[in-house]
């Protein structure tokens, strides 16, 4: 059984400060890692996909990805409260095929 | 381009009534998807295909039918609809293939059976 953990939150953090989203998964052979943003009543959307060891930057958000010890990270820097919303974690292996975790709610407050 | 487009939007239905959510998309995708998410819930994938006239299941298949007889479309249908299968569905697509394997969502079909 493929599995993808996310703690479901809230995360509540300060604007302006560093939110920390975290993602495991139990299958070694995943490939793909994507973080997506969901706002409340709205479909996901992409905001980072990794698929090497190490870090990602893209403008405020830097993925991070250590397959050895099977965890995908999401650092959102500067954070603003449009950043509110529910980010889910998805994983794929060969067949294209992706895992969902939970998704974890973020809570940017004034 | 409109993406991934899903009809209807809402949708109320009686126990063991039936319907087809669908779902067109644009761009020229062949990997077509069916999601379904329940409150606080991540995205269950119900069904799934590869290209036209191939579907496979996912992980709750169960009292869902699909069909892909085009490139553009995947409905699914739902057959003597459960209070259980009172949802939120979603639709995607992707084109698989090198680092490309983003899904891109439709709006959601949201789905209550009383």
């Known amino acids: 059984q493929k599995e993808v953990e996310q703690n479901s939150g809230p995360l509540s953090v300060p604007e302006g400060a560093i939110a920390s989203l975290n993602c495991t998964y139990s299958?070694?052979?995943?490939?793909?890692f994507f973080w997506y943003r969901q706002y409340s009543g709205k479909s996901p959307e992409l905001i980072m996909s990794?698929?090497?060891?190490g870090d990602k930057e893209d403008g405020r958000f830097t993925a991070q990805l250590n397959k050895a010890s099977q965890y995908v990270s999401l650092l959102i820097r500067d954070s603003q409260p449009s950043d509110s919303a529910t980010y889910l974690c998805?994983?794929?292996?060969?067949?294209?095929?992706?895992?969902f975790g939970r998704g974890t709610s973020l809570i940017v407050h004034p | 381009n409109a993406g991934v487009t899903q009809t209807p939007k809402f949708r109320i239905l009686k126990i063991g009534q039936s319907m087809t959510l669908q779902c067109t998309q644009d761009?020229?995708?062949?990997?077509m998807y069916w999601y379904r998410q329940d409150p606080g819930m991540g995205l269950k994938l119900i069904y799934y295909?590869?290209?036209?006239?191939?579907?496979d299941k996912g992980e709750v298949p169960n009292g869902y039918n699909v069909s892909r007889s085009t490139t553009e479309d995947f409905p699914l249908r739902l057959e003597l609809a459960a209070p259980s299968q009172t949802s939120v569905y979603f639709c995607?697509?992707?084109?698989?293939?090198?680092?490309?394997?983003?899904?891109?969502f439709g709006p959601g079909t949201r789905l209550t059976v009383l």
């Open positions: 995607a697509s992707s084109y698989p293939g090198g680092d490309y394997n983003e899904q891109f």
């Open positions: 299958d070694r052979g995943s490939q793909s």
């Open positions: 990794i698929y090497s060891n």
């Open positions: 998805a994983v794929i292996r060969g067949s294209y095929i992706p895992t």
């Open positions: 761009m020229n995708h062949n990997y």
């Open positions: 295909s590869v290209g036209a006239g191939i579907t």
